[in-house]
């Protein structure tokens, strides 16, 4: 008998290359075949997801369900809905991909090895670990935490200390990696290239790191107690730690030049060039063979591995679309209006922090993030769409320090065996000093571009 979870990963692949051929050969323009597949695969792997996510996924589904039936539209208008993340959807399941070469080349254990190298140096390896966080997390997401953590894991570090490390590093890539489903559906909702975008969301994200760092050299440090011990790192490859980091520009560049050249949705050819630069990785390193068995246990296990992501994001493309069919959109958009006109760094510093407040309340930013995306028009506010999307990136950044229901708080919590409570409440004043600067450092673009 053929198992729930292989069924599951069986309609996951069948609907992502029914998703695709559509896009591109357009046989269902109206995304009625496509939509109705889509709502039922939502439904089906819906027992796959656990937790709040769950619980977020079925109040978006239901909130926008009640909207539409209230406005009486028909499913032509109901299907098409439930495919307004499917890009977002398909980048969400592929760009793991990049961790098969990383872990069969062993690029992983050098990273380990450079941290332990420092363990005994609290100023210096705490640099190391958002650092580490800042590079390797920007292309293997949330995976960069386990590696981290498998390193300081073996010293005496306070929990309080590592639970603000890997929290503060991990927020500051979300603002600015081409390879993170939330920063495209911003770019995606807002019509923007990546690289109208990056640089700017680049070096915010780079302030962050620096001034997490300053903070806890400043402020932190004394306040924690230390017993280390050094940890034996043994000879470390540097020469493989350069070739990582090259690695990881060469991607980026290449993701750069194919925006520049393509007028479509990027997030499809990021999936693609993600898939075909792992296979070239592995077959330059001599471990294709490997890769191959990788990647069929990788599709395996698609399915409950990324339920959790899958669904909230395909909820909350539906329950934007169903906003967008109310005078919710109206209302906000007065009142950003009424804000823009008395001041534009009040507006800036209003979003971020009423996104970060609902964060730290337990509503998930996507939910408001993606009402935001289907409500607001940013030139009537007074800024360009660049502007609003570094807003909205560092408005999902600072929600991240603070939130008890994001995936980032979640594994920490579970690596360090800390309540989330606690968590947040080690990242909360860190927030607030990130929410004042994020907004006059978004303000000053805002007067320069």
Same mark, same amino acid.
């Given at each position: ?34 939509? $109705?597949?889509? &709502? /039922?695969?939502?439904?089906? +792997? =819906?027992? #796959? ?6 619980? @977020? ?119 600015? $990696?081409?390879? &993170? /489903?939330?920063?495209?559906? +911003? =770019?995606? #909702? ?6 109208? @975008? ?123 679309? /169903? ?60 800024f360009s769409n660049v502007i609003f999307a570094l807003i909205l990136t560092a408005s999902w950044s600072v929600s991240t320090l603070i939130s008890p229901t994001t995936p980032a708080n979640v594994i920490s919590s579970n690596l360090l065996n800390v309540k989330i409570t606690e968590l947040v409440k080690w990242n909360f004043p860190f927030a607030i000093i990130m929410i004042c600067l ?12």
């Open positions: 008998m053929v198992s729930y979870r292989k069924i599951s990963n069986y309609y996951t692949i069948c609907l992502v290359f029914l998703f695709l051929a559509n896009y591109f050969f357009s046989f269902d323009p109206t995304y009625i075949l496509v939509g $109705s597949l889509t &709502f /039922a695969y939502t439904l089906f +792997i =819906l027992p #796959s997801t656990t937790g709040l996510s769950r619980v @977020f996924s079925v109040g978006m589904l239901t909130i926008g369900a009640i909207i539409l039936i209230y406005l009486e539209k028909p499913w032509i208008d109901w299907a098409p809905m439930f495919t307004q993340n499917m890009v977002l959807v398909i980048l969400i399941l592929f760009v793991p991909v990049l961790t098969i070469p990383l872990r069969i080349g062993k690029y992983h254990e050098e990273v380990k090895n450079l941290l332990m190298k420092y363990s005994d140096k609290p100023q210096v390896l705490y640099a190391g670990i958002t650092s580490t966080v800042f590079i390797i997390g920007s292309f293997i997401n949330l995976g960069s935490l386990s590696i981290v953590h498998s390193v300081v894991d073996k010293n005496n570090f306070k929990k309080a200390l590592l639970g603000k490390a890997y929290v503060r590093g991990f927020s500051s890539v979300i603002i600015w $990696s081409p390879f &993170f /489903a939330t920063v495209f559906l +911003i =770019l995606f #909702s807002l019509d923007l290239s990546i690289g109208s @975008f990056l640089l700017y969301s680049f070096l915010l994200g780079l302030v962050q790191l620096i001034v997490a760092n300053i903070w806890f050299h400043v402020y932190e440090k004394k306040l924690i107690g230390f017993e280390l011990r050094y940890v034996d790192a043994g000879r470390i490859n540097y020469r493989k730690i350069s070739k990582l980091v090259l690695i990881v520009v060469i991607l980026i560049v290449i993701i750069l030049i194919t925006d520049r050249l393509i007028e479509q949705n990027m997030s499809l050819y990021i999936t693609l060039i993600v898939v075909f630069y792992s296979v070239v990785w592995s077959f330059l390193i001599g471990k294709i063979v490997i890769f191959k068995n990788e990647a069929k246990q990788f599709l395996n296990s698609i399915i409950p591995g990324r339920a959790n992501e899958v669904v909230l994001f395909l909820a909350a493309g539906f329950f934007s679309k /169903a906003i967008a069919e109310t005078t919710f959109g109206d209302q906000l958009q007065g009142l950003l209006i009424y804000l823009g006109e008395r001041s534009i760094l009040l507006v800036i510093f209003t979003i971020i922090s009423f996104t970060a407040c609902l964060a730290f309340l337990g509503i998930h930013q996507i939910v408001s993030i993606s009402a935001m995306l289907a409500s607001v028009a940013p030139a009537e506010i007074g994020y907004s006059v450092l978004i303000y000053l673009y805002y007067l320069v571009l």
